[in-house]
């Protein structure tokens, strides 16, 4: 099969306009997480909350929307279970399970594969798509990672909205007006507008 063929294929994702090979897939998997890892040291603390506004759930998104959901799954899989096993490159440099934010880590690792589900059908082609597709990821991390810091820190929906979510909205915003730019931009520089 020859690479216009995968390129122009319906369901392509951004990650598909390169040439298809194991070493390919592996190459972008084990990226991901690294690129996960190293965002994830990027944490501006909070007040009042334990949760820090921090890099890796901008680059999780972008991971899952450009690989596609297998590869995005795999890449943030393999991010969690490596931080579980003791590499510090949770936020903060942090490792292990638990932690009132590790329910996110799950949430990204979900989001991603959300994510790549919906840029296989469009979801990061438009500035509008890449704006919804964002939301739902974003919302699949904050549907995972409340209830964990709820259940890790004895808090109550309200304490857990107004420290888990509230103050991070803002944030997720920029995350997705950069995406709405860099997602779209990206798919007419590689001349291939869905």
Do not use: C, E, H
């Amino acid at each position: 099969m020859s690479t216009a063929a995968v390129t122009t294929r319906p369901g392509a994702v951004l990650a598909d306009l390169l040439p298809a090979s194991r070493v390919r897939d592996i190459a972008l998997v084990v990226g991901g997480a690294a690129l996960t890892g190293i965002a994830a040291q990027i944490a501006v603390p909070v007040p009042g909350t334990p949760v820090p506004v921090t890099g890796q759930t901008f680059v999780a998104l972008l991971v899952g929307t450009a690989f596609g959901a297998r590869r995005g799954f795999l890449a943030l899989a393999l991010y969690a279970l490596v931080g579980m096993a003791g590499v510090p490159w949770f936020q903060n440099g942090t490792s292990g399970p638990g932690g009132s934010s590790f329910g996110y880590v799950i949430g990204m690792l979900l989001a991603a594969t959300a994510v790549g589900a919906l840029a296989r059908r469009g979801g990061d082609r438009s500035v509008l798509r890449t704006a919804g597709t964002m939301a739902v990821g974003s919302a699949i991390i904050y549907a995972v990672g409340v209830p964990y810091l709820m259940a890790s820190n004895g808090m109550g929906l309200g304490a857990a909205l107004a420290g888990g979510v509230v103050p991070f909205l803002i944030g997720d915003a920029l995350k997705a007006a950069l995406a709405m730019g860099a997602l779209p931009t990206a798919w007419k520089l590689a001349g291939r507008k869905g």
